[in-house]
Nanobody, 123 residues
């Protein structure tokens, strides 16, 4: 059984920054890829960023490239999402997820999910 717990969400003004964290437990963390996804009200869950277990492989949605950075600390079983220059359209519930193998942008490929953390960007 794998547990993923996100934290760090909140209310921030447009142009501001937030850092999301995801704590993983329940199995060996370092050999699995991690992803961040988000879901806005009335919309489907969408890919944000992903990282392989060595951190050599990363991928980002076009909408967040240059503003968001995904990273991980295998010693601490943590994955992070640094979000800068936040926009109103970044408002969503953010989820972390894990999968075996290489990073992937498809939600269907991820085995375990956290409960999500709300990010609200105000004008």
């Amino acid at each position: 059984q794998v547990q993923l717990v996100e934290s760090g969400g909140g209310l921030v003004q447009a142009g501001g920054s937030l850092r999301l964290s995801c704590a993983a437990s329940g199995r060996t963390f370092r050999y699995y890829s991690m992803g961040w996804f988000r879901q806005a009200p009335g919309k489907e869950r969408e890919f944000v960023a992903a990282i392989g277990w060595t951190s050599a492989n990363t991928d980002y949605a076009d909408s967040v490239k240059g503003r968001f950075t995904i990273s991980r600390d295998n010693a601490k079983n943590m994955v992070y999402l640094q979000m800068n220059t936040l926009k109103l359209e970044d408002t969503a519930v953010y989820y972390c997820a894990t999968k075996a193998g290489l990073p992937d942008i498809r939600t269907s490929q991820y085995e375990y999910w956290g409960q999500g953390t709300q990010v609200t960007v105000s004008s």
